[in-house]
């Protein structure tokens, strides 16, 4: 029997943060890792500069707010650990990953390394560049626990390794991967090494130093609660000339001469000229919203409200807990009996309570090793409730009256 969170659960005053959450008015928001509700202060700073640029044109708005713009880098890289000309602003995770990866110069032969973990649109990719320059793609196989192996990994290197590539936290599964312990690794080999932290910025303190990745991309929609269409890209300085963008324009680079242009030399060589400011701005606005908490505060929270809620759920009949991993994070995949994922997903919505459904094509290996094809994903924030939880438990269990 769980006991009434609040006194259990770390540093964070719920409640203040439910009143910054205008959502938390009119849902039971358990879709976090698919997008966080917005607090009032991102959602202010997306309108105040949409309303600027009907006002005084959207140039002029730009440069009026050229500061807030630049310390939207800054954040991150205080998010990060890292330097503000590390920072990459996009409109997405996958443009993140993307960009970064169709950078990388492949030759015939070279081998990736990667995790059962990963995310459909990074797989793709891998397949479609294997085709083309002949790449070997190797999944590291799992510990017991659930998560990739760092013993098999290492015995897994040789000079052929061009790129460790990992899922940190997957879209399912609760798992959190050891990507630390992989960036130790991949310093020893002096091998690239790609994060995708899209489900784990915002949920848990990201040091790119102390994870030791060379690249790591981010969403802005989900755990750091940013608006939709953004994301952004870390790029260490020391591999930024290793890599050659797969798309330059005026941004990114320079016209110079009628048969010349100069690359940027910053990571922003990885972005394009347009972009929603406003967007932006939204997710300078999130950074610091998530800081002002503190990640080590939002993780605790996050980390024990997912852990309760695996065992409310274990308790229920006919419910069944999907979880693995060591480290498990605020995303709680189940099945129940009788009713598929989809007819929960509807049922819970009918009572106001958000979730989602997670399926074989977006996590293709890890769910044929499991042996699953569909899970409800109940994904959970600081600012959820143990009402919230004690709602969810209850529907489930009254499911089939
Ligand atoms: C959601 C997700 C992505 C894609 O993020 P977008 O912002 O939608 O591009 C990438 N990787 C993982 C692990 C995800 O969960």
Redesign the pocket.
Known sequence: MSTSAPERISAIDAARARRETPGCAEVVHLNN??AALMPAPVLDRVVSHLRLEARIGGYEAAAREAAAIEAVYSSAARMLGCDPGEIALVD??????MTAFYAIPFRPGDRILTSS?E?A??FIAYLQLAQRYDLSVEVVPNDESGQLSVLALRELIDDRVRLISL?????NGGLVNPAAEVGQVAREAGVLYLL?A??SAGQLPLDVEAIGCDLL?I????YLRGPRGT?LLYVRREVLDDLSPPMLDLHSATWVARDRYEVRPDARRFETWESNIAAGLGLGAALDYAMGWGLAAIRDRVYQLGEDLRERLSDLPGIRVHDIGRERCGIVTFTAAGMPPLQVKELLAGHGVNVSVTRTP?TRLDMEARGLEELVRASVHYYNADADLDLLCRILRDRNR
């Open positions: 890792a698919g997405s995770a996958t443009r993140a990953w973990a995310y649109s990074n899922t940190h936290i997957p879209t995708d899209c489900q991309s969403t802005g929609r989900k994301g977006s």
